[in-house]
């Protein structure tokens, strides 16, 4: 009886084949995979803007004008962005997260504000 020594295996074609597929495949799903990391910063950012702006009106009611950060009480942080109140004043605020970081990558929504009057730029952020 006489037997046969096959060998079985992959050649090298096919393993490239193999790795070509996996470039393509990482090289579609590694930007929208970046994209999707930017827009959840961004809704921790307008999160904490919400609050900074609930802590604002609050402070009102109970005060004749809204107030500096620092005097809110509140505490907001991120990694992400920096938050600052700008024309504060009896009867005016405007809150305002800017990108830093890896953040600041996101030219679309590098700065977003809201104010006293609920109005918030850029709108296609929030």
């Known amino acids: ?4 020594n096959s060998l079985k295996g992959m050649t090298l074609i096919e393993v490239m084949v193999v790795v070509t597929i996996i470039a393509i495949i990482g090289a579609v799903a590694y930007p929208l995979f970046t994209d999707y990391v930017r827009e959840a910063r961004r ?52 809150l305002t997260a800017t990108a830093i970081g890896a953040q600041a990558s996101d030219t679309e929504c590098a700065s977003m504000t809201i104010n006293q009057n609920d109005q918030r730029t850029p709108a296609a952020c929030w």
């Open 43 to 94: 809704a921790d950012a307008i999160s904490q803007l919400l609050t900074l702006q609930l802590a604002q009106e609050e402070y009102r009611l109970r005060n004749s004008s809204y107030a500096e950060l620092a005097v809110l009480g509140t505490t907001v942080s991120s990694e992400f962005y920096a938050f600052s109140a700008t024309n504060v004043g009896a009867e005016t605020y405007s």
């Open 1 to 4: 009886m006489q037997v046969k």
